[in-house]
Structure formats: C-alpha cells, structure tokens
C-alpha cells in the first residue's frame, strides 16, 4: 500500500497534487498503460487512511469526471481499473461520493 509520509500539511497536498497532476495528464491522453498507471496510484492512495484528508483537499471534479468517463471505453481492463478507483474513492466519505454523482450522466439519465 502507498502511503504519503507525515510531514506537514502543505508537503501532503503538494504530493498529492503532483500524483494528481499525473493522473489527470495520462488519462486525458488515453494511452491505456498510463491509465492504469493512474487509477492504480490513485487506488493505492486511497487505501491508506492517512492520505485521506490530502486528497480530499487535492481531488477536483476532473478526476471523477475521468474516471466516469472511462466506462464507455471498450477496454476491459481500463473500465476495472476506472470502477476499482471509483470505489475506493467512494470509501473516502461522503464528499467523494457527492462528486462522483455530480458528474452530469453518472447516476441515471
């Protein structure tokens, strides 16, 4: 499991805006290892309890966004790694979830 080491507060969302950065640039690009690069970080980050609150400062829209997007793809291993991010950022709290259902098409029509 990743996990960020304590520090201070501004090194935590530092590293994870870096992480995030990432994510956002490889995904958008939809080169499909880079993909699964990003949602496989951005799952590992999430499992480790002491990144919680850094990420929930650090995520914005465009990673739920991403992430729901994805689903269209035909790639069978893109659309688990996109699910599997998903979930784990729904354990994070309800903030999370609520991001993800603001995503226009993510819950119903």
Do not use: H, W
């Amino acid at each position: 499991m990743l996990k960020v080491q304590r520090a201070d507060s501004t090194s935590l969302i530092s590293c994870c805006r870096i992480v995030l950065f990432f994510f956002r640039d490889t995904i958008l690009q939809l080169f499909v290892l880079c993909a699964l690069a990003g949602f496989e970080i951005l799952g590992n980050l999430c499992k480790a309890p002491c990144n919680r609150d850094s990420l929930l400062v650090s995520l914005d829209d465009s990673v739920f966004r991403i992430a729901l997007c994805v689903l269209t793809i035909g790639d069978v291993e893109l659309v688990l790694a996109s699910l599997e991010s998903l979930y784990v950022l729904s354990q994070l709290g309800e903030e999370t979830c609520t991001k993800t259902i603001l995503v226009p098409g993510s819950v119903g029509e």
